[in-house]
């Protein structure tokens, strides 16, 4: 059974980095491409990254590239976001994706 878990979100000040985490208690993540996605109160769920199944392709929105980093660890089973220079813009609740399956969201506030 599908169970992709997110962590590592939290509260940041504007400027900070964070990086958060996708695993799955299920099927292995090693075989997929995995997107990260992000809500914020009010506003659909945008993509914010993906990562093909060998890491050979990654992909960015234009909001986040440049200061956005996905990789993947196949060994660990985890996918990673590492976000850098962190905004306001950047609350959102952070979910993976794996095919039609998600998540249930890791936190993501930037305040100061």
């Known amino acids: 059974q599908e169970h992709l878990i997110e962590s590592g979100g939290g509260l940041v000040h504007p400027g900070d980095s964070l990086r958060i985490s996708c695993t799955s208690s299920g099927p292995t993540l090693s075989h997929s491409n995995i997107g990260w996605f992000r809500q914020a109160p009010g506003k659909e769920r945008d993509f914010v990254a993906g990562?093909?199944?060998?890491?050979?392709?990654?992909h960015y929105a234009d909001s986040v590239k440049g200061r956005f980093t996905i990789s993947r660890d196949n060994a660990k089973n985890t996918v990673y976001l590492q976000m850098n220079s962190l905004i306001p813009e950047d609350t959102a609740v952070y979910y993976c994706r794996r095919s039609t399956y998600w998540g249930q969201g890791t936190q993501v506030t930037v305040s100061s």
């Open positions: 990562i093909s199944h060998n890491a050979a392709y990654t």
